[in-house]
């Protein structure tokens, strides 16, 4: 099995946290010692706690997004806001890996542990609030599969960041089940699954580009973009999605003025790119120390710089002017720095990300 090129672009990350600058300011360097992408290929660091050493019988990468424009376009009457969103998958990524068990009746169909090391593992769950869980419970109810399935996640993207992580997780539970039952949904009826999970669970069955509709369980996908270098820059305080919707302030029936997705979709797919996040001054009002981050980012010459999502991870595509930029930044902001690049799933829907 062969690592997919685009997932190879950068040397490993250097994750810089440190508090903001005051009469408590310390400083943590973390180093990633991965090269990026190598979990396709996982070697576990400890035995499962329910298999022991037992190896898996699949292990996949389950990768970040970012939202390279989000239009919010109304407020619907059913509660939910009407987007228009271009979604792309990046480097950073989870682990996942799965055990296929023989039937029994006396034991659950599914079940679910998280690695120690896992980021913020103490705070995962592992029971049916999971969307791993649910994932996994959806496959079975739906196809009447018997065998049973234990999955240990390596959780490696931050939560309440923007970056789609527990979605991503539950698209890689819906293709793991499917893959070790031999295929038996296509891929579009896995999408429809993965939209009962989430508005964002479906993207991640396509090849890591897609224009997102509806709440966001529409999908379309699109030819995957050239991989880019992007910096994901997340404040160690997340954002609730709820929150920014609330700030947001549309009532049902209201609708948002602002650019045409069409033709923010076209001039992405034309090689330039019109950066828009109608939640950045929503996020910002909850979160106003997000917007000074932003700017500040923004000085340093990226191509562009912009929330991702709900927030509150910004991100930074291309390369920056200012070589030392990560260490001014850690010296003000308590964040995690990720080097990342744009990455996509080859055209084989038996194939996950990393595979070709």
Request: negative net charge; glycine residues 8%; charged residues 25%.
């Amino acid at each position: 099995m062969k690592l997919s090129s685009t997932l190879l672009l950068l040397a490993p990350a250097v994750v810089a946290y440190r508090l903001p600058a005051g009469p408590v300011a310390a400083t943590r360097l973390h180093r990633l010692t991965r090269p990026l992408c190598t979990a396709s290929s996982p070697v576990a660091t400890a035995e499962s706690e329910l298999m022991g050493a037992t190896p898996p019988t699949l292990s996949l990468l389950a990768p970040a997004k970012v939202n390279l424009f989000l239009r919010i376009l109304r407020k619907r009457e059913d509660g939910f806001h009407e987007l228009s969103s271009l979604f792309q998958t990046v480097s950073l990524m989870d682990r996942l890996d799965f055990w296929s068990l023989p039937a029994d009746a006396s034991q659950p169909r599914c079940s679910m542990e998280v690695t120690p090391d896992s980021l913020g593992a103490e705070l995962i769950p592992t029971d049916q609030s999971n969307l791993v869980m649910r994932a996994l419970d959806i496959f079975a109810e739906n196809t009447g599969e018997t065998r049973r399935v234990h999955c240990r996640l390596h959780k490696a993207v931050p939560a309440q960041g923007g970056l789609g992580g527990g979605s991503a997780d539950a698209a890689t539970a819906l293709h793991a089940a499917n893959r070790l039952a031999g295929f038996p949904v296509s891929q579009e009826k896995l999408i429809v699954w993965g939209g009962e999970l989430g508005s964002d669970v479906g993207f991640f069955l396509s090849q890591g580009t897609a224009l997102c509709t509806g709440r966001g369980e529409l999908i379309e996908p699109r030819p995957p973009l050239p991989a880019r270098p992007v910096y994901l820059v997340k404040p160690l305080e997340g954002l609730s999605t709820p929150a920014v919707y609330k700030a947001l302030g549309l009532s049902p029936g209201d609708e948002l003025d602002g650019d045409d997705p069409a033709e923010l979709l076209k001039s992405f797919e034309e090689g330039e790119g019109t950066y828009v996040n109608d939640l950045e001054p929503p996020a910002y009002e909850v979160m106003p120390s997000l917007q000074t981050l932003r700017d500040e980012l923004r000085g340093y010459g990226f191509d562009a710089v912009m929330m991702s999502g709900s927030g509150s991870t910004i991100f930074c595509v291309g390369e920056p002017e200012e070589a030392e930029w990560k260490a001014k930044v850690a010296e003000k902001w308590e964040v995690e720095i990720f080097a990342e690049a744009f990455c996509s799933r080859g055209a084989d829907e038996k194939l996950w990300y990393g595979e070709e």
